[in-house]
């Protein structure tokens, strides 16, 4: 059985110093590749393509294909989820993730993405939107408020940035009215929402589907 480039659970995870991979074979002479890791090996979480890249040489690589999505997540409680979303926008080479209120944020659930994703902070909702707006990206909304668009039928801007709320206040009103519009997941059980980073990643996913060249993917 061939394994995908991502499944990198399915057996040891990474690689041993090079000469123990490559016996007899004299390291590459590339300015890309990282002298710590080609000694030590190269454990990290990362597809394999990137195996002994530099941390510079991995970001390099992937923002000279970043989509133009963007992602803002509302941070006003300290939101437990942004890890998640971080990882998520990492996975789906977004350009940024934004994060709007309190700087802090809990890294544990980006697994160590976030070395490789480009991230912002705002601190209040207006100046993301000042952001947006410069960058000539949209803003969508998402959140299941009344008057939303099903996200199941919506065609999402190409030029985009997807914004979440937080558990419990959801997105400010603020946003959702300078935002151009809202769109919600539909659901049919009986909570009242789903979880923050689940929901940033279906939305990042349905923009995927409607404007990412899949050829690119790994
Ligand atoms: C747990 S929800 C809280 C707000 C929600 N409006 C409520 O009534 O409970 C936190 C965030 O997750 C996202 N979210 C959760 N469920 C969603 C859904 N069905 N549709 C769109 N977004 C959703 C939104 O970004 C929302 O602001």
Known sequence: MTLGPTEWQARRIGVRKWEEEHPGIPRPNEARLDPEL?????????????????????VADIDSRRHALHIAIENFENDANIGTVV???????VDTVHIVGRRRWNRRGAMVTDRYQHLMHHD??????????????????????????PLETAQLPRRCMLLFGQEGPGV??????LAEMTVSIA???STRSINAGVAAGIAMHTWIRQHADLSRAW
């Open 87 to 93: 990882r998520t926008a990492n996975a789906f080479a």
């Open 124 to 149: 209040a909702t207006n100046t993301v939107f000042e952001y947006a707006r410069s960058q000539g990206l949209s803003v969508v909304a998402v959140d299941n408020t009344p008057g939303c668009v």
């Open 187 to 189: 659901q049919f059980g």
């Open 172 to 177: 400010t009103q603020d946003a959702q009215d």
């Open 38 to 58: 080609l000694d030590n090996g190269d454990t990290r979480n990362v597809v394999d393509a990137y195996r002994y890249w530099t941390r510079e040489a991995i």
